[in-house]
C-alpha cells in the first residue's frame, strides 16, 4: 500500500512540474498568443486526463491487492501456519494473525513481549533453538522442530522454517519465519514408531536384498546384538538356499499379478545357526523416496511343532508309528479317485492269541509285542503299499498296482516273518496273523466297503485255522461265522443278563487314596469263552446293540452305588463308559435322568465317558452334553490324543475331565519320549481348566512322572487291576 503512496505522489509532482513549466513559457513568450492560450489549455487536459488515468490505475492495483491479501490471510487461516517477519533496520516487526491459532497467545501478547515464543518453548528442546541461531547467523536457512507449551497446559510440536536476510556488506538485516503446526503429524510418527519398535513381529525395510531398517525384536529373531548390527547387511546371509528360492518365487509372483503384498512360510537360520520357522509378509513400499520393500516376519517355530504334534497325533499310531485309520482311509479315498483300470488290495491283518498275551502279561508287554509286529509288517511289505495300525491288534495294509501273484507273495511273506517268536527280555512270545484280502474293483469301489469286506474275509482266515490268508468271496454274506455266533450272543446275553460289571479302583496319586471307582463291561460267552471288550464292543455299537446295553450297564451301577451308600461305604463316584452311539441316540438323556432318580444318586457322583469319536457329529453330541452337564453330571474325555481330537471343539465342549490314554503313560518309559505327549495333555488340560487323569500306570516311575508334572489322579494296574464285585467293594470298606 506505501508503493502505490508514493507514486501517487510522484505522479500528482510530475503534474505540477509540467504546469509551471508551460506558464513560465507563456509568461516569457507572447503571452497574448493565441496559439500559447491552446497550448497551455490542451496542456493543462492532458494532464488531468494522464491523473485521472494514473489514479484509476491505482485505486485497481489497490482493490486487486486487497483481494490478494484477502485470498492469502484466508489461506493462512485455515492452515495452521503462522508468519513471523523482523526488518533489524527499520525495527519493524510483522506477524501473521494465524500465531493465535498455533500458540494460543494474541497477537498483542507476542508484539509486547518479543521473547514470548521463546519462553514457551518445551525446556527438553531449548538446545534446539540455540544451535538454530547459531546456523541462522551463520546464514543458513533452518529448518527446526520442537515443543511449545501453550496456555492450557497442551503441548504442541511447531515446525520452525527461519530464512535469513543479509546486505551487501554482510549485515543481518532482516529475519522471516514460517511457523507450521505438525502435531498431529508427529504423534501419528510416534505411534507408528512405537507400534513399530514394541511390535513383537520382525519388521524391517529391504532394498536390494540389503537391510535399511528393522526393528529391536527383527534383530532378536536373527539373534544378533541390535539394529545397529544387521542395517547394511544381506538379509540373504540368514536364509539358506531353498528359503532364498522361496523368497525369489514369493516377489516374482508379485510382479506378475501385480500384487501389492503377498505372504508365505519359510526358514530363517539365526546368528547362532538355530533354524527358525517365520511366516513373511511382504509389501511394496516407497522409503525414503526410493523404491523397497516392507517385510513384517513372524516366528511360527513353535506352532509349526504343534501342529506337527496334532497331526502326529490325528493320523499317526502313537504306539507304532504306523498311519492311523484317519490317515489310512484317506490315503485310500484319494488311491480309489484316482485309479483307473489297475488292481488295488485291502489286506486286514489281525494277531491271533494277541489278547491272551495282553491280559496275562500286561499291556506293557502287549504294547512292546505291537511294536515289533508292526516292523514285522513293515519289513514284509516294504516299499509296495502302506501299513497301517487300525486299532488294538488290527493292521490294514494297502497293496497298489498289484497282481494276485503281488498279493500272495506279500501275504507268504507276512506269514514267514511271524512264524518267529518275540524276544520280550528273555521270554519267547508267539503270534500268528490271520489275514484277510478284499480286490478293487471285484470285492468293493469305496473304502469302506473293501475295509469291512477284508475284515470279513480275515474272520475266515481265522475259521480256518489262523496263521493264514483268505480272499473275500460273496459266500460270506458279508460277515463272517464267528461274528455272526457273537452278534447272536450278544443278543441273548443282553435278554439273560450274562454281562458282568467288574470296577477299576481310581486313585489320588499322592495319597494312595481310593477317590472313584471306573465300571467296565466283561462277557463271557457260553461256548467261545471270554471275549475281548476290544472285539465286541465294536461287533455292539455297529448292530446297535449298544444302545441297551448301555443303558442296562447304567442302570446296574447306579443301583450299586445306591447299595455301597447304604451300606455305610460313602458316596463313592462312579465312572460308566458310553458310546457314542448312545450319546445319538434320542432317548438317552431320559434313560440316564431315569436311572439318576430311580436310585437316588447325585449327578455329581456320576461320570460319563466319552472317546474322542464323538467329534465326527460334534453339533448332536454337544446338545446332548451340554443337557447332561445341565443335570450336574460330570463329563470326562477317554483316550485322548488317539482319535478325532480337534481343540478347536474341545474347547466349546463341557468337558470337566481328560483322561491320558495309557499309550503316553507307556511312553514315560521310552528314553526317545520322556513322556513328552503326557506332559504336554497334562499341561494343555490345566491351561484349559479341565482336570486331568492319567490311566495304565504300572510302574512306579510313570506314577512319580505324573507327580512331578502335576497330573494327581491316576489308575492302573500298578495301584489296582480290575475287580469283580466282591473284590472292588473290599477296597472301598478297607477305605
Known amino acids: 500500500m506505501n508503493i502505490f503512496k508514493h507514486k501517487w505522489m510522484s505522479y500528482i509532482s510530475l503534474i505540477i512540474i509540467c504546469n509551471i513549466l508551460v506558464g513560465t513559457l507563456y509568461f516569457f513568450f507572447h503571452h497574448d498568443t493565441i496559439f500559447y492560450h491552446i497550448v497551455f489549455i490542451t496542456l493543462n487536459f492532458v494532464m488531468i486526463a494522464l491523473l485521472i488515468y494514473l489514479l484509476a490505475t491505482v485505486n485497481k492495483t489497490t482493490k486487486d491487492l486487497q483481494k490478494s491479501n484477502q485470498r492469502l490471510n484466508s489461506i493462512f487461516d485455515s492452515l495452521d501456519v503462522a508468519i513471523w517477519s523482523h526488518d533489524f533496520k527499520e525495527d519493524n516487526l510483522m506477524i501473521t494473525p494465524g500465531i493465535e491459532k498455533l500458540y494460543g497467545y494474541s497477537l498483542d501478547e507476542f508484539y509486547q513481549d518479543q521473547l514470548l515464543w521463546k519462553k514457551v518453548v518445551y525446556p527438553e528442546d531449548l538446545q534446539i533453538i540455540e544451535d538454530r541461531q547459531g546456523e541462522?547467523?551463520?546464514?543458513?536457512?533452518?529448518?527446526?522442530?520442537?515443543?511449545?507449551?501453550?496456555?492450557?497446559?497442551?503441548?504442541?510440536?511447531?515446525?520452525?522454517?527461519?530464512?535469513?536476510?543479509?546486505?551487501?556488506?554482510?549485515?543481518?538485516?532482516?529475519?522471516?519465519?514460517?511457523?507450521?503446526?505438525?502435531?498431529?503429524?508427529?504423534?501419528?510418527?510416534?505411534?507408528?514408531?512405537?507400534?513399530?519398535?514394541?511390535s513383537p513381529d520382525l519388521i524391517a525395510v529391504i532394498r536390494k536384498w540389503s537391510i535399511d531398517y528393522i526393528n529391536e525384536a527383527g534383530s532378536k529373531l536373527i539373534g544378533e546384538n541390535g539394529p545397529s548390527e544387521l542395517i547394511g547387511k544381506s538379509i540373504l546371509r540368514y536364509m539358506p538356499t531353498k528359503s532364498v528360492m522361496v523368497i525369489k518365487e514369493a516377489l516374482s509372483d508379485m510382479e506378475a499379478n501385480e500384487l501389492e503384498k503377498n505372504r508365505f512360510e519359510t526358514e530363517i537360520v539365526r546368528a547362532d545357526g538355530v533354524t527358525v520357522n517365520i511366516e513373511i509378509s511382504v509389501m511394496n513400499i516407497l522409503y525414503e523416496g526410493r523404491k523397497a520393500r516392507l517385510i513384517v516376519g513372524r516366528d511360527i517355530t513353535d506352532r509349526k511343532k504343534a501342529d506337527e504334534m496334532i497331526h502326529q497325533m490325528a493320523y499317526y499310531d502313537s504306539l507304532t508309528g504306523l498311519p492311523n485309520r484317519n490317515m489310512f482311509k484317506g490315503y485310500l479315498n484319494?488311491?480309489?479317485?484316482?485309479?483307473?483300470?489297475?488292481?488295488?488290495?485291502?489286506?486286514?491283518?489281525?494277531?491271533?492269541?494277541?489278547?491272551?498275551?495282553?491280559?496275562?502279561?500286561?499291556?506293557?508287554?502287549?504294547?512292546?509285542?505291537?511294536?515289533?509286529?508292526?516292523?514285522?509288517?513293515?519289513?514284509?511289505?516294504?516299499?509296495?503299499?502302506?501299513?497301517?495300525?487300525?486299532?488294538?491288534?488290527?493292521?490294514?495294509?494297502?497293496?497298489?498296482?498289484t497282481s494276485n501273484k503281488e498279493i500272495?507273495?506279500?501275504?507268504?511273506?507276512?506269514?514267514?516273518?511271524?512264524?518267529?517268536?518275540?524276544?520280550?527280555?528273555?521270554?519267547?512270545?508267539?503270534?500268528?496273523?490271520?489275514?484277510?484280502?478284499?480286490?478293487?474293483?471285484v470285492d468293493g469301489e469305496d473304502q469302506e466297503?473293501?475295509?469291512?469286506n477284508a475284515d470279513t474275509a480275515m474272520y475266515l482266515a481265522?475259521?480256518?485255522?489262523?496263521?493264514?490268508?483268505?480272499?473275500?468271496?460273496?459266500?460270506?454274506?458279508?460277515?463272517?461265522?464267528?461274528?455272526?455266533?457273537?452278534?447272536?450272543?450278544?443278543?441273548?446275553?443282553?435278554?439273560?443278563?450274562?454281562?458282568?460289571?467288574?470296577?477299576?479302583?481310581?486313585?489320588?496319586?499322592?495319597?494312595?487314596?481310593?477317590?472313584?471307582?471306573e465300571a467296565l463291561l466283561r462277557w463271557k460267552h457260553p461256548k467261545l469263552g471270554m471275549i475281548s471288550p476290544?472285539?465286541?464292543?465294536?461287533?455292539?455299537?455297529?448292530?446297535?446293540?449298544?444302545?441297551?446295553?448301555?443303558?442296562?450297564?447304567?442302570?446296574?451301577?447306579?443301583?450299586?452305588?445306591?447299595?455301597?451308600?447304604?451300606?455305610?461305604?460313602?458316596?463313592?463316584?462312579?465312572?460308566?463308559?458310553?458310546?457314542?452311539?448312545?450319546?445319538?441316540?434320542?432317548?438317552?438323556?431320559?434313560?440316564?435322568?431315569?436311572?439318576?432318580?430311580?436310585?437316588?444318586?447325585?449327578?455329581?457322583?456320576?461320570?460319563?465317558?466319552?472317546?474322542?469319536?464323538?467329534?465326527?457329529?460334534?453339533?448332536?453330541?454337544?446338545?446332548?452334553?451340554?443337557?447332561?452337564?445341565?443335570?450336574?453330571?460330570?463329563?470326562a474325555l477317554d483316550d485322548f490324543g488317539k482319535g478325532y481330537s480337534s481343540?478347536?471343539?474341545?474347547?466349546?465342549?463341557?468337558?470337566?475331565k481328560i483322561k491320558i490314554d495309557k499309550s503316553f503313560v507307556d511312553d514315560i518309559l521310552d528314553s526317545g519320549l520322556n513322556g513328552s505327549i503326557a506332559k504336554a495333555i497334562i499341561e494343555m488340560s490345566h491351561t484349559m481348566n479341565f482336570s486331568v487323569i492319567a490311566e495304565g500306570i504300572e510302574q512306579e516311575e510313570q506314577l512319580l512322572f505324573l507327580l512331578e508334572n502335576s497330573c494327581k489322579l491316576g489308575q492302573g494296574y500298578l495301584l489296582s487291576r480290575p475287580l469283580d464285585l466282591d473284590g472292588v467293594t473290599g477296597v472301598l470298606r478297607e477305605e
Open 136 to 198: 541462522l547467523k551463520a546464514g543458513k536457512t533452518v529448518t527446526s522442530v520442537y515443543r511449545i507449551f501453550r496456555p492450557d497446559g497442551e503441548v504442541r510440536w511447531i515446525r520452525d522454517r527461519g530464512i535469513p536476510v543479509f546486505d551487501e556488506k554482510g549485515n543481518y538485516v532482516d529475519f522471516t519465519s514460517v511457523l507450521f503446526d505438525v502435531t498431529e503429524t508427529k504423534e501419528r510418527e510416534e505411534r507408528y514408531r512405537g507400534l513399530v519398535e514394541m
Open 334 to 401: 484319494e488311491r480309489l479317485s484316482k485309479v483307473t483300470d489297475s488292481m488295488l488290495a485291502v489286506l486286514f491283518l489281525d494277531l491271533d492269541r494277541f489278547k491272551i498275551i495282553n491280559d496275562t502279561k500286561g499291556h506293557s508287554t502287549g504294547d512292546l509285542i505291537l511294536q515289533k509286529a508292526a516292523k514285522r509288517l513293515l519289513e514284509a511289505v516294504s516299499d509296495q503299499g502302506m501299513v497301517s495300525r487300525q486299532g488294538g491288534d488290527e493292521f490294514i495294509i494297502l497293496l497298489e498296482f
Open 408 to 441: 500272495e507273495e506279500v501275504a507268504d511273506r507276512i506269514i514267514q516273518v511271524f512264524s518267529h517268536p518275540f524276544d520280550l527280555n528273555g521270554d519267547e512270545f508267539f503270534v500268528t496273523p490271520s489275514v484277510g484280502i478284499s480286490l478293487y474293483p
Open 449 to 452: 466297503t473293501l475295509i469291512k
Open 462 to 517: 481265522k475259521e480256518r485255522g489262523k496263521n493264514n490268508y483268505q480272499y473275500y468271496n460273496s459266500t460270506l454274506q458279508n460277515v463272517s461265522t464267528r461274528k455272526m455266533e457273537l452278534e447272536v450272543g450278544l443278543r441273548k446275553a443282553l435278554v439273560e443278563d450274562h454281562f458282568e460289571v467288574f470296577y477299576q479302583p481310581q486313585y489320588k496319586l499322592e495319597t494312595r487314596e481310593v477317590c472313584g471307582v
Open 534 to 635: 476290544v472285539e465286541f464292543i465294536p461287533l455292539a455299537e455297529e448292530t446297535g446293540l449298544i444302545v441297551p446295553i448301555g443303558r442296562g450297564v447304567l442302570r446296574k451301577v447306579c443301583e450299586q452305588h445306591k447299595l455301597w451308600k447304604e451300606a455305610g461305604l460313602g458316596a463313592v463316584p462312579v465312572a460308566v463308559n458310553v458310546s457314542v452311539r448312545q450319546v445319538q441316540d434320542s432317548g438317552f438323556v431320559e434313560d440316564v435322568k431315569q436311572a439318576l432318580e430311580d436310585f437316588d444318586l447325585d449327578p455329581a457322583d456320576l461320570e460319563l465317558e466319552i472317546t474322542e469319536s464323538i467329534m465326527q457329529n460334534i453339533e448332536t453330541s454337544s446338545s446332548v452334553l451340554k443337557q447332561l452337564k445341565e443335570l450336574g453330571i460330570q463329563i
Open 647 to 656: 481343540l478347536s471343539y474341545l474347547k466349546h465342549l463341557p468337558i470337566d
